[in-house]
């Protein structure tokens, strides 16, 4: 590894530089590969995003490192000559992945110092939250309070974070949290006596410029328990999201932010009885249009023929018309409805009914416009995607058919 290549790892906060072209490559689609002498961007990596910024006046896109040659390739979409140049990077986007990937190594330790949970892996995120995956170890609310109090008093002392070069011979003066995983020459990540991390990203100088920390949740993922956490300049903007949130409901509510859960809950028990009521008075209520449709029935071949045709009824109000007409006896219904694009269709029988079957006539009137569907002799449901006009056919179908 040629280090003055990767100047980021010597001074995180320089942002503007100058470098020389030395090479130029046609990454094709319109893209060009810009490789500088040195360059103080930072390449796709370790669970960590890239820079962004400017090449004179040409944005930089992505950066990533060659595996071949191990040189930055900073990715632009057009041609630069070799020469001399200004690069300016990103600010906020830095600070952001500094941010968290500092936060990331402190969480990551406190989880470690307090319960013995090794980080399995981690992805870093300046604009969403960043994880880490533990084992998989359910862990309570007060598990979580105690990783972020631990982490904040780490934060509010503002250890010194420093980076440095160790040798494969010198690795045992190093306690890492976890053993490198590369042979060979690794760079330190360390946060003043608390934790040693291999590490090539960009971080803070000190846990002070984290700013703060929040875990925002956790979920079961691939066997493994998964920790959603923002921090620095996201964790503001997401308090700032939440607080607004809450401010917005206390004012609906008029309730104080720490009495909405029992708001809510009361909320919801009233909505579940109510729900309950309209269920109830919904079912009475087909029930008594059950009856004016059997009041209306044709007769013909000695059975009672229910047709009707609604233009914006769910199919749960067929559901329960069809199970309350075929308790009749010979009645043969045939109900659809057409709310917009797609139709639902119902044809149920009474037990008494030998004559008919319900899937055979359900298909009879769904096959000239298109629709699909099947059931028993007693009771079939089916339906499609139809036009209006496909629906008015169908409608004249069930008139003549009556």
Not at 47 to 57: F, N, P, R, S, Y
Not at 89 to 107: D, K, S, V, W
Not at 329 to 355: F, I, Q, R
Not at 361 to 373: A, D, H, M, S
């Amino acid at each position: 590894m040629s280090r003055p290549q990767y100047a980021y790892f010597d001074d995180p906060l320089k942002l503007e530089f100058d470098a020389q072209i030395i090479e130029t490559r046609d990454l094709g689609e319109g893209r060009w590969g810009i490789i500088l002498d040195q360059t103080y961007f930072y390449p796709t990596g370790g669970g960590q995003a890239h820079d962004t910024g400017l090449l004179g006046e040409t944005r930089v896109l992505d950066v990533w490192r060659d595996g071949t040659t191990s040189q930055v390739v900073h990715v632009v979409g057009s041609e630069l000559a070799p020469g001399r140049i200004h690069a300016e990077i990103n600010p906020e986007r830095r600070q952001r992945h500094m941010q968290h990937h500092t936060a990331q190594h402190l969480l990551s330790a406190c989880f470690a110092a307090l319960y013995g949970l090794e980080t399995l892996s981690s992805s870093i995120h300046g604009d969403t939250p960043s994880t880490i995956d533990l084992p998989d170890t359910p862990l309570t609310l007060e598990q979580l309070t105690a990783v972020e109090n631990l982490a904040h008093e780490k934060i509010f002392a503002n250890l010194g974070v420093k980076t440095y070069f160790v040798e494969q011979d010198q690795r045992q003066s190093v306690p890492f949290r976890r053993p490198p995983k590369v042979d060979g020459e690794v760079r330190v990540v360390e946060i003043a006596g608390f934790d040693y991390s291999a590490c090539g990203a960009t971080h803070c100088l000190s846990t002070g410029m984290i700013g703060m920390l929040k875990i925002v949740k956790t979920e079961r993922q691939n066997q493994k328990n998964r920790v959603h956490f923002v921090a620095g300049i996201q964790g503001l903007a997401y308090f700032q999201a939440v607080q607004g949130v809450v401010d917005n409901l206390t004012e609906q509510s008029s309730a104080h932010f720490a009495e909405l859960p029992e708001f809510f809950a009361r909320q919801a028990d009233t909505l579940k009885s109510t729900q309950k009521e309209l269920a109830d008075l919904k079912t009475v209520m087909l029930s008594i249009e059950a009856e004016r449709l059997l009041r209306s029935a044709q007769l013909r071949d000695g059975l009672r023929w229910v047709i009707a045709s609604f233009d914006d009824r769910p199919a749960s109000d067929l559901q329960i018309l069809a199970k309350t007409l075929r308790v009749e006896l010979g009645v043969v219904s045939v109900l659809v409805t057409y709310p917009g694009e797609k139709l639902a269709m119902l044809v149920a029988c009474a037990d008494d009914v030998k004559t008919v079957h319900a899937g055979d006539l359900l298909k009879e009137f769904l096959q000239p416009v298109g629709g699909r569907g099947g059931g028993s002799a007693q009771m079939a449901q089916g339906g499609g995607v139809v036009s209006p006009g496909q629906y008015q056919a169908l409608k004249e179908m069930m008139l003549n058919y009556s």
